[in-house]
């Protein structure tokens, strides 16, 4: 077909070739996990979605990749960038996101949570299981009628002699069915703190939410907290609202990451059928309208690749501010929304179909745009840092 051979087309959706401004490392575990993503997990995703079901089976062929647990170093960890942490969520949620926000769950929320937060006798307990996923574990913030509100939790830790008892109701959370530990947040008579609750718990109870339209591949529940005895030793050793935004600081550049991968998997669709299909004897490809949206799409993928680049290097500075983070996310979730929404209409009535994933990723994205701080959420934290007045109490 004329102007196929000419197309400026590459798997890596790199118009600016940021891949040149990776280190060997990076691009090495970059490329591991893709193979894994597109050789294990791609196979699955479409019926796993389908079904509501997590593929449970992939997690001993994810822990090989050794890439769980290196976001921190030490206790069985080994260690990697901010950047290469990214770029492993951007490979996994190309394929499939739900799997990779199981995958930022375990590896981002909880052992950031516990390797930050934690004791040396938690970290020496857990990090190692959580690394090699012989431990699965949750990250339980939201409630019913508090998100990122997370200074109002309703959920109360009372001491009673050598334990403390949790009252309360979470919701959303993520592995809350399969979980070994659940790190609960709570309001105990010192403020806000962190409990390990190992599972199964008789105070204990989850319930996966029904009727899902988004990342139906992983399970997230309702968890009810009645009367929950955790020994005072499975309280995090650091607590308070600022620990828990330390967490969320650093999960909002995964999930920029995460977004982005999306964005690429949509465009990548989107331009291999407008090459492919033909309209009035040509390509669609050819007609100048849809080469302006996929310039659009692939400019704002672009710009997104060099924000989240620089941000993932002034995090392994220790420089990055709450501000970047929550603008990394509320920015690259609305792109790769838009990017999605016009990737569908480049497809047609084709977009709507699984075989070509395009709406099944637009489903997911509704997901990502709401967690980790809606894009109104995100935004205030912004507007805070930027003007050094707080839009909220």
């Keep these: 077909m004329n102007g196929v051979k000419t197309a400026r087309s590459s798997p890596e959706?790199?118009?600016?070739?940021?891949?040149?401004?990776?280190?060997?490392?990076?691009?090495?575990?970059?490329?591991?996990?893709?193979?894994?993503?597109?050789?294990?997990?791609?196979?699955?995703?479409?019926?796993?979605?389908?079904?509501?079901?997590?593929?449970?089976?992939?997690?001993?062929?994810?822990?090989?990749?050794?890439?769980?647990?290196?976001?921190?170093?030490?206790?069985?960890?080994?260690?990697?960038?901010?950047?290469?942490?990214?770029?492993?969520?951007?490979?996994?949620?190309?394929?499939?996101?739900?799997?990779?926000?199981?995958?930022?769950?375990?590896?981002?929320?909880?052992?950031?949570?516990?390797?930050?937060?934690?004791?040396?006798?938690?970290?020496?307990?857990?990090?190692?299981?959580?690394?090699?996923?012989?431990?699965?574990?949750?990250?339980?913030?939201?409630?019913?009628?508090?998100?990122?509100?997370?200074?109002?939790?309703?959920?109360?830790?009372?001491?009673?002699?050598?334990?403390?008892?949790?009252n309360g109701t979470k919701r959303w959370i993520g592995n809350a069915t399969i979980c070994d530990v659940a790190i609960i947040w709570a309001r105990a008579e010192d403020g806000i703190a962190g409990f390990l609750v190992e599972v199964p718990n008789s105070g204990f109870s989850e319930t996966v939410i029904e009727g899902k339209l988004a990342q139906r591949g992983i399970w997230q529940a309702d968890i009810q907290l009645e009367g929950c005895r955790v020994p005072a030793a499975?309280?995090?050793?650091?607590?308070?609202?600022?620990?828990?935004?330390?967490?969320?600081?650093?999960?909002?550049?995964?999930?920029?990451?995460?977004?982005?991968?999306?964005?690429?998997?949509?465009?990548?669709?989107?331009?291999?059928?407008?090459?492919?299909?033909?309209?009035?004897?040509?390509?669609?490809?050819?007609?100048?309208?849809?080469?302006?949206?996929?310039v659009r799409m692939l400019g704002e993928i672009a710009k997104a690749q060099l924000l989240v680049l620089q941000l993932g290097r002034l995090l392994d500075q220790g420089r990055a501010t709450p501000g970047m983070t929550a603008?990394?996310?509320?920015?690259?979730?609305?792109?790769?929304?838009?990017?999605?929404?016009?990737a569908r209409e480049i497809l047609g009535g084709n977009g709507m179909l699984q075989d070509h994933d395009v709406m099944r990723h637009l489903c997911d994205l509704e997901a990502v745009v709401t967690y980790e701080g809606t894009h109104d959420m995100n935004a205030v934290i912004v507007g805070r840092e930027i003007t050094g007045l707080g839009a909220i109490n």
């Design 234 to 294: 499975n309280r995090l050793h650091q607590g308070g609202f600022r620990a828990v935004a330390q967490v969320l600081t650093i999960s909002r550049h995964y999930v920029a990451w995460h977004a982005i991968g999306e964005a690429m998997a949509c465009y990548e669709a989107a331009l291999t059928h407008a090459l492919r299909g033909e309209q009035f004897d040509k390509p669609i490809a050819a007609f100048q309208l849809i080469q302006a949206k996929l």
């Design 13 to 166: 959706v790199d118009f600016f070739l940021t891949d040149l401004l990776l280190t060997d490392e990076e691009r090495a575990i970059r490329d591991c996990v893709r193979l894994f993503a597109e050789g294990r997990l791609r196979p699955v995703a479409r019926q796993a979605w389908e079904d509501a079901e997590f593929p449970v089976g992939l997690l001993p062929a994810l822990a090989a990749l050794d890439a769980v647990g290196r976001m921190v170093k030490g206790h069985g960890c080994p260690g990697m960038s901010n950047v290469a942490f990214g770029l492993v969520l951007q490979e996994l949620s190309r394929v499939d996101s739900s799997f990779s926000t199981f995958f930022n769950v375990q590896a981002g929320l909880s052992v950031t949570t516990i390797a930050t937060c934690g004791s040396e006798e938690q970290k020496t307990h857990w990090l190692p299981r959580l690394a090699r996923c012989e431990a699965i574990a949750a990250f339980a913030l939201t409630e019913p009628d508090h998100g990122s509100d997370a200074s109002h939790l309703a959920t109360r830790a009372v001491r009673n002699g050598d334990d403390y008892v949790l």
């Design 327 to 342: 603008y990394a996310k509320l920015s690259c979730a609305a792109m790769a929304r838009e990017v999605a929404a016009t």
